[in-house]
């Protein structure tokens, strides 16, 4: 009974993992902390070798994780440990999602073809319209809006009516 507690721990911990992310994007990263992001949103052409100031935010969310990870490992809180397991999984498909397949930093796996992933590249790529840190959307990674599981041209033109 106390391992599916665990699995319990883990799993929530990825799912809360998707609101931090989102309300640090939003909040922090279109706001305090837009000169460590602000590259992100410049196309390729335009930025210096590989790494991003953006990739600091990496080590933002490695911090909280390792913490957990000492933590529960050190302390009577076990229970910590598996919050820092779930902070790491979220991390390594945020990587795989953001970097690897709607980046392409990496060149490990084409471009996938569900429906799923066609509105995560949707929302991203209409994200990433805007150069500057107001008047975005979508902000989110894994749960994003509805309407970009539609066509593109299907949910811009509900946004002209």
């Known amino acids: 009974m106390e391992i599916l507690f665990y699995i319990f721990i883990t799993l929530a911990s990825v ?7 989102w309300f640090t994007h939003k909040y922090v990263m279109h706001g305090l902390l837009w000169n460590w992001h602000e590259d992100h949103h410049k196309p390729h052409h335009e930025k210096e070798g ?3 100031k953006n990739d600091r935010f990496f080590l933002v969310f490695a911090v909280p994780s ?14 910590l440990l598996f919050v820092g397991i779930g902070i790491s999984i979220y991390g390594l498909i945020y990587f795989l999602i953001h970097d690897v397949y709607i980046h392409r930093r990496f060149k490990w796996f084409k471009q996938l073809d569900s429906s799923y992933s066609k509105g995560i590249l949707r929302a991203h790529g209409a994200h990433h319209a805007k150069q500057t840190k107001e008047d975005c959307e979508s902000f ?7 309407k970009f599981f539609k066509k593109r041209s299907t949910w811009k033109e509900q946004e002209a009516k």
Not at 15 to 21: D, I, K, R, T
Not at 67 to 76: I, P, Q
């Open 15 to 21: 799912a809360a993992m998707e609101f931090v992310a």
């Open 66 to 79: 390792a913490l957990c990870y000492m933590l529960g490992a050190w302390t009577v809180h076990f229970w």
């Open 50 to 52: 590989f790494f991003e």
């Open 140 to 146: 989110g990674l894994l749960w994003v809006s509805s």
